[in-house]
C-alpha cells in the first residue's frame, strides 16, 4: 500500500509565527499537490509541484519538492488566525495513478 | 462560477436503507473522483471514473458499494443496506485531464446512518 505520511497531525501555534508542515513518502511522486480544507467544506488546491528541488511561494506559503521527489513541505510564516484549517498534501505516483493523500495536519493559529 | 455540485449535503438513513450520493462535475470535466473522509482523517479514494467508464475501483468496497458515471446526468455513488460503519463524509471531485491533474471538490455529503 503506497502511503503519504503527514506531520505533525496536530498544530497549534499563535499568530506571528512560523511552522512548516512535512509529507513524505518511500516513493518517488510524478506530481505532488497541497489543499487546505475548512471545516464543512471541501479541499481547495493551493498548489502542484511536478520537479524535483522546485520552491512555489503563494503569500506568506512556501512550498517546496524534495530533490528526489518523494517528500515536499509546506511553510507558513508570520501565521494568522485565518490560516487555521486543515493541510492535505495529495500525491500522485504515475501517470494514470489516482491521487492519494496523506492524513491531513490540523492547524489552529490562536490570535 | 459553477463548481462541483453534490447533493444532498446532509443524509440520514436507518440500518439496512440505501444511500444514493449525487455529484455533477465542473463544466468541461469528464474525470470524477470519489473520497471518503472520516473525522480528523484525510481522504480515503475509493473509485475513479471516466464518462460511462470506471477506471480505478480499488478503494471501493467489493460488496454494496458501487458507482457510476453516466454519458448524461450526475455521477452516483450508491450504498446498499448502510450499516452504522458507512457514517462518514463523501466528497466528489472533478478534473479535465485525469490521473495526477488538480482535483476540484464539491462540499461533500455528510452521512449518518443510524
Known amino acids: 500500500t503506497q502511503l503519504l505520511e503527514q506531520s505533525p497531525q496536530f498544530l497549534s501555534i499563535q499568530e506571528g509565527e512560523n511552522l512548516t508542515v512535512y509529507c513524505n513518502s518511500s516513493?518517488?511522486?510524478?506530481?505532488l499537490q497541497w489543499y487546505r480544507q475548512e471545516p464543512g467544506e471541501g479541499p481547495v488546491l493551493l498548489v502542484t509541484v511536478v520537479t524535483g528541488g522546485e520552491v512555489k511561494k503563494l503569500k506568506r506559503l512556501t512550498f517546496q519538492f524534495g530533490d528526489a521527489r518523494k517528500d515536499s513541505s509546506l511553510h507558513i510564516t508570520a501565521a494568522q488566525p485565518g490560516d487555521t484549517g486543515l493541510y492535505l498534501c495529495a500525491g500522485s505516483y504515475n501517470q494514470g495513478g489516482k491521487l492519494i493523500f496523506g492524513q491531513g495536519t490540523e492547524l489552529s493559529v490562536k490570535p | 462560477n459553477a463548481g462541483v455540485m453534490q447533493n444532498p449535503r446532509h443524509l440520514v438513513r436507518r440500518r439496512g436503507q440505501e444511500a444514493r450520493l449525487r455529484c455533477s462535475p465542473m463544466?468541461?470535466?469528464?474525470?470524477v473522483y470519489w473520497y471518503r473522509q472520516l473525522p480528523e482523517e484525510g481522504l480515503k479514494f475509493m473509485v475513479y471514473?471516466?464518462?460511462?467508464?470506471?477506471?480505478?475501483e480499488s478503494g471501493m468496497p467489493k460488496e454494496r458499494f458501487s458507482a457510476e458515471f453516466p454519458k448524461e446526468g450526475p455521477s452516483i455513488l450508491r450504498i446498499q443496506q448502510v450499516v452504522r460503519g458507512d457514517s462518514a463524509a463523501y466528497f466528489c471531485?472533478?478534473?479535465?485531464?485525469?490521473?495526477?491533474?488538480?482535483?476540484?471538490f464539491g462540499n461533500g455529503t455528510r452521512l449518518t446512518v443510524t
Open positions: 471514473l471516466q464518462k460511462e467508464n470506471i477506471i480505478d
Open positions: 516513493s518517488v511522486f510524478s506530481s
Open positions: 463544466k468541461g470535466h469528464s474525470h
Open positions: 471531485a472533478s478534473s479535465p485531464y485525469g490521473a495526477g491533474s488538480p482535483l476540484h
